[in-house]
């Protein structure tokens, strides 16, 4: 198979080297302007929105998935600054392609949002090692190699960003495994950020609290379990709401940018006040 297999959409590149179709940034003051970037997941949820906030701010964004439906749905809506390519986070070999599809696309890589990931929950009496697998395979291993791979494409003063959760610093019953993985999560950003200092790579966390996506959908519960778990969780949240994916796209473009040049090995937690303020 061709490596390239997985690439979608077309890019047009204006005379001057900036994106076309991209609206105001195209007057070049976006706050990503000329910039790169790579979103795993970015065909849903948060990383959808931030794909589209980066391409509003004038980066060029090539997104990664495993379903090319959503992927050649959502490099429909984002335009001609984005492409798409598939690859399983899970498996080392096809994070290759991603680093391919990076290097013809982009050139090299200013951003990277590390945001694929998946959530199930269960008591610990009834995890399975597979299912263990499963989630440390994508949210973790996924993670760290991701960052890996595309290390020789980063820029020197590239952002990295992964996508953590609150889960990582409280104890929610049932949530062993995803919270664990995410806590390792936490854990990369400050010794990644000390592995790259010498080439200025800033890796930070952006940790959401309970945000409206298709993540609960996913994991198999009927639909009056489903909501019943839903409800539980905003009555968590002080502000008794979940957050809009915008909310978190806009964080990430905050440690995606120069507005965030001194913040390294840091984590922001956007959660409604879940951690530091009693509900
Ligand atoms: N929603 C929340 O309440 C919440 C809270 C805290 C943290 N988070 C974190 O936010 C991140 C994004 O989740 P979301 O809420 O936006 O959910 P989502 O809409 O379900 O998005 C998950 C994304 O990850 C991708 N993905 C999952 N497994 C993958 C794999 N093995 N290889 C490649 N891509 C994979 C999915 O792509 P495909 O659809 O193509 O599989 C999808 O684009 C996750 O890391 C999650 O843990 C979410």
């Not at 959808?48 to 090539?62: K, N, P, Y």
């Not at 996924?142 to 020789?152: E, H, K, R």
């Not at 889960?167 to 000390?194: C, E, Q």
């Not at 994916?245 to 473009?253: D, P, R």
């Amino acid at each position: 198979m061709d490596r390239r297999d997985g690439l979608r959409g077309t890019v047009m590149i204006t005379p001057a080297g900036l994106p076309a179709g991209n609206g105001g940034s195209a007057m070049g003051t976006g706050r990503l302007q000329g910039k790169t970037a790579v979103i795993t997941g970015g065909n849903s949820g948060i990383g959808l929105a931030t794909a589209h906030e980066f391409v509003a701010q004038g980066a060029r964004v090539l997104i990664t998935g495993r379903d090319q439906a959503t992927l050649d749905t959502a490099v429909a809506g984002l335009g001609d600054a984005a492409r798409a390519v598939r690859a399983d986070v899970g498996q080392m070999g096809e994070l290759e392609l991603v680093a391919a599809a990076a290097r013809d696309f982009l050139g090299h890589v200013d951003v990277l949002f590390v945001n694929a990931g998946i959530g199930k929950f269960a008591p610990v009496e009834l995890v399975d090692e597979a299912g263990y697998d499963e989630i440390f395979d994508v949210n973790v291993k996924g993670a760290f190699f991701t960052v890996q791979s595309l290390l020789p494409l980063l820029a020197d003063g590239a952002s990295v960003i992964l996508n953590g959760s609150v889960s990582g610093l409280i104890g929610m019953a049932g949530s062993s495994v995803y919270s664990a993985s995410k806590a390792a999560i936490r854990s990369l950003a400050r010794t990644l950020s000390a592995d790259l200092t010498a080439r200025r790579i800033r890796v930070n966390v952006v940790s959401p609290g309970p945000v409206t996506t298709p993540i609960l959908g996913r994991m198999g519960l009927p639909p009056e379990a489903l909501q019943e778990t839903a409800e539980g969780i905003r009555q968590m949240v002080p502000l008794k709401r979940f957050a809009d994916v915008g909310e978190i796209a806009k964080t990430v473009l905050f440690l995606a940018s120069d507005d965030s040049t001194f913040i390294l090995g840091s984590e922001l937690v956007v959660d409604g006040g879940i951690v530091n303020v009693e509900g």
